[in-house]
């Protein structure tokens, strides 16, 4: 994995932090995530005190609603926002797919790091694949984007909701309540559950959510030496393909409430991008796709919002339940 600085233009750091402070959700994965920043940190600068204080947020406490209806995503980032902004931590690490496409005043998405397997895992304990699954199967997932997909191709299949963090969904599965899941095998991998993966889902047609996959480091604006100091932690690759996945999300006002994927990969200068907006039946979709050359955050920003044009231009805005953002 490649550890490229965000930029070289970055001043010297005069001074290495002596103490930084993660906050973190408290699920396990949430865990593992900060763990992996603090790990990562502890070898950049062994001299620091490293710590992680667990919060647990509102988005953490409703899950048995749905989220959109309550505010959505952004309610599992408020919380370490705030202790972010009582100067509590130093730093905030979160699943970059949460993170919404629109920074708070005053917060920044400071660092993204190398994106684990972006894609969707198929999960059963009786089926080798989606389409093994017999007439009426009952797949959980609780992902807008996984449900418009699944309703198009396999319209036999009876999608239900699945909510809660990954231990809890996989013991849904267990319990038998469900015949299948859709995860994100990067939550599974990190969790060590690789191996009850039964199939990766391609891209083409199950596309995954911007930024899912990677991690995202917040931290405040204004804070003197933070972004100097995460700096080596950032992975240029991922940051392009994030950031041109994050544009187009941006660009279509992107929530939890619209089925709405895009995922990127750039090497060589290269960058192919990939996106589609639908209705969550399944029944209409637009999708676009783009390749170019990509030498700077600029330019990958920039291919991200050709697509997003695209999008546009087919009459995506009619698939939105609020229409193209303001
Ligand atoms: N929406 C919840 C969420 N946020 C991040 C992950 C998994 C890890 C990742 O994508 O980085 C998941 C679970 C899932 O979608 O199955």
Same mark, same amino acid.
């Given at each position: 994995?490649?550890?490229?600085?965000?930029?070289?233009?970055?001043?010297?750091?005069?001074?290495?932090?002596?103490?930084?402070?993660?906050?973190?959700?408290?699920?396990?994965?949430?865990?593992?995530?900060?763990?992996?920043?603090?790990?990562?940190?502890?070898?950049?600068?062994?001299?620091?005190?490293?710590?992680?204080?667990?919060?647990?947020?509102?988005?953490?406490?409703?899950?048995?609603?749905?989220?959109?209806?309550?505010?959505?995503?952004?309610?599992?980032?408020?919380?370490?926002?705030?202790?972010?902004?009582?100067?509590?931590?130093?730093?905030?690490?979160?699943?970059?797919?949460?993170?919404?496409?629109?920074?708070?005043?005053?917060?920044?998405?400071?660092?993204?790091?190398?994106?684990?397997?972006?894609?969707?895992?198929?999960?059963?304990?009786?089926?080798?694949?989606?389409?093994?699954?017999?007439?009426?199967?009952?797949?959980?997932?609780?992902?807008?984007?996984?449900?418009?997909?699944?309703?198009?191709?396999?319209?036999?299949?009876?999608?239900?909701? !699945?909510?809660?963090?990954?231990?809890? /969904? &996989?013991?849904?599965?267990?319990? #038998?309540?469900?015949?299948?899941?859709? @995860? $994100? =095998?990067?939550?599974?991998?990190?969790?060590?559950?690789?191996?009850?993966?039964?199939?990766?889902?391609?891209?083409?047609?199950?596309?995954?959510?911007?930024?899912?996959?990677?991690?995202?480091?917040?931290?405040?604006?204004?804070?003197?030496?933070?972004?100097?100091?995460?700096?080596?932690?950032?992975?240029?690759?991922? !940051?392009?393909?994030?950031?041109?996945? /994050? &544009?187009?999300?941006?660009?279509? #006002?992107?929530?939890?409430?619209?089925? @709405? $994927? =895009?995922?990127?990969?750039?090497?060589?200068?290269?960058?192919?991008?990939?996106?589609?907006?639908?209705?969550?039946?399944?029944?209409?979709?637009?999708?676009?796709?783009?390749?170019?050359?990509?030498?700077?955050?600029?330019?990958?920003?920039?291919?991200?919002?050709?697509?997003?044009?695209?999008?546009?231009?087919?009459?995506?805005?009619?698939?939105?339940?609020?229409?193209?953002?303001?």
């Amino acid at each position: 994995m490649s550890q490229t600085p965000i930029s070289s233009s970055i001043s010297t750091i005069s001074t290495a932090p002596k103490r930084l402070v993660i906050a973190s959700r408290e699920s396990r994965l949430a865990m593992w995530q900060a763990e992996h920043v603090r790990d990562c940190l502890k070898k950049l600068y062994p001299q620091c005190d490293v710590q992680i204080l667990g919060m647990t947020t509102r988005g953490d406490q409703i899950l048995d609603k749905a989220l959109s209806k309550v505010g959505g995503k952004g309610l599992f980032v408020k919380e370490l926002e705030t202790a972010l902004e009582d100067g509590r931590a130093d730093l905030a690490v979160h699943s970059l797919k949460d993170v919404p496409m629109v920074m708070p005043e005053g917060f920044d998405l400071s660092c993204v790091m190398a994106r684990e397997d972006a894609h969707d895992a198929f999960v059963s304990n009786d089926y080798a694949s989606l389409e093994d699954l017999p007439k009426g199967a009952v797949v959980g997932t609780s992902s807008l984007r996984r449900e418009s997909v699944l309703r198009s191709k396999f319209p036999h299949l009876e999608i239900q909701p !699945l909510r809660g963090n990954l231990d809890t /969904r &996989m013991g849904k599965l267990d319990r #038998g309540e469900y015949h299948a899941i859709i @995860l $994100a =095998a990067a939550g599974l991998k990190r969790l060590g559950l690789e191996s009850r993966i039964r199939a990766l889902l391609p891209i083409d047609p199950y596309t995954p959510a911007a930024g899912q996959g990677a991690l995202g480091i917040e931290t405040l604006s204004q804070h003197p030496n933070i972004k100097a100091w995460l700096a080596p932690l950032n992975d240029l690759p991922t !940051l392009y393909a994030v950031s041109a996945e /994050r &544009m187009v999300s941006r660009q279509l #006002g992107g929530s939890c409430e619209v089925p @709405l $994927a =895009a995922y990127a990969t750039w090497n060589q200068d290269q960058m192919h991008i990939r996106s589609f907006v639908a209705s969550v039946d399944g029944t209409s979709s637009c999708l676009a796709s783009a390749e170019g050359s990509v030498k700077s955050l600029e330019d990958a920003e920039a291919l991200g919002f050709s697509v997003a044009q695209d999008l546009i231009a087919q009459g995506a805005a009619s698939l939105l339940p609020h229409g193209l953002p303001k």
